[in-house]
């Protein structure tokens, strides 16, 4: 099958390291080792933090001549001048949500005549009005649109389940993992703990993730704190 993948929040190849782009890269990954042909269909961040007056407009125009675009490459290649390419089976979103809605998916997909499908969508009903309620409509209307939404979460998947179209296009997305890599890893750890930590007894944790003022951070410091209590209640 061949997908055409979009992420709105931040493309998979973006320069800038992130969970986000860390995500996308691994759903194409799966995908193409589930057998299919995998291609990213535009680079386009529809990302809005709210604070730019006008950005949620000038991001929906750039949304919709990108679909246009995306559109008249696959109906017709010779009107873009561009060289011949089959058109997609299937539209796949990852992260769909107020602050980043897909304003490409739902009008690609209803032009070709494809099913839409949504990854880490996300439905913040307290967002309707406010500096995204722009982006909420729109990602309110492209997940009731989708042929199916995959839920990351328990959390995610109660209030997804408020607007999805039918009951059975909602599907709980579990974890999983590529097992691969982990003996390798369990290698390079036992490496680790002779050089560095030989004799301690204990397990190893590790945190990682950006440390930006704000709630990040202040994970952190919640972290801190925890570890300090566990340390209490091991010397009690």
């Given at each position: 099958?061949?997908?055409?993948?979009?992420?709105?929040?931040?493309?998979?190849?973006?320069?800038?390291?992130?969970?986000?782009?860390?995500?996308?890269?691994?759903?194409?990954?799966?995908?193409?080792?589930?057998?299919?042909?995998?291609?990213?269909?535009?680079?386009?961040?529809s990302?809005?933090?709210?604070?730019?007056?006008?950005?949620?407009?000038?991001?929906?125009?750039l949304?919709?001549?990108?679909?246009?675009?995306?559109?008249?490459?696959?109906?017709?290649?010779?009107?873009?001048?561009?060289?011949?390419?089959?058109?997609?089976?299937?539209?796949?979103?990852?992260?769909?949500?107020?602050?980043?809605?897909?304003?490409?998916?739902?009008?690609?997909?209803?032009?070709?005549?494809?099913?839409?499908?949504v990854?880490?969508?996300?439905?913040?009903?307290?967002?309707?009005?406010?500096?995204?309620?722009?982006?909420?409509?729109?990602a309110?209307?492209?997940?009731?649109?989708?042929?199916?939404?995959?839920?990351?979460?328990?959390?995610?998947?109660?209030?997804?389940?408020?607007?999805?179209?039918?009951p059975?296009?909602?599907?709980r997305?579990p974890?999983?993992?590529?097992?691969?890599?982990?003996?390798?890893?369990?290698?390079?750890?036992?490496?680790?703990?002779?050089?560095?930590?030989?004799?301690?007894?204990?397990?190893?944790?590790?945190?990682?993730?950006?440390?930006?003022?704000?709630?990040?951070?202040?994970?952190?410091?919640?972290?801190?704190?925890?570890?300090?209590?566990?340390?209490?209640?091991?010397?009690?």
């Open positions: 099958m061949r997908i055409a993948f979009y992420a709105p929040m931040k493309p998979p190849d973006d320069p800038v390291p992130s969970g986000d782009r860390r995500m996308a890269r691994l759903l194409m990954a799966a995908l193409t080792a589930g057998g299919h042909e995998v291609r990213l269909a535009a680079r386009l961040r990302w809005d933090d709210g604070r730019a007056p006008g950005r949620a407009e000038r991001l929906q125009a949304g919709e001549q990108c679909a246009r675009r995306l559109i008249a490459r696959w109906r017709d290649p010779a009107a873009l001048d561009v060289p011949g390419e089959p058109p997609p089976d299937l539209w796949f979103t990852y992260h769909l949500y107020h602050k980043a809605p897909d304003w490409l998916g739902p009008p690609v997909s209803a032009a070709l005549g494809i099913p839409y499908v990854a880490e969508a996300s439905h913040a009903p307290k967002r309707r009005t406010g500096p995204w309620a722009m982006g909420h409509a729109a309110a209307a492209a997940i009731a649109q989708a042929d199916l939404v995959l839920a990351l979460t328990a959390a995610d998947a109660e209030c997804l389940a408020e607007i999805v179209a039918a059975g296009r909602l599907v997305f974890p999983f993992l590529d097992t691969a890599p982990l003996a390798a890893a369990r290698a390079e750890r036992a490496a680790a703990r002779a050089r560095w930590w030989a004799g301690t007894p204990g397990p190893w944790l590790l945190a990682v993730g950006m440390m930006r003022p704000g709630d990040k951070a202040q994970s952190y410091a919640v972290l801190a704190e925890a570890l300090a209590w566990l340390s209490v209640g091991a010397n009690a």
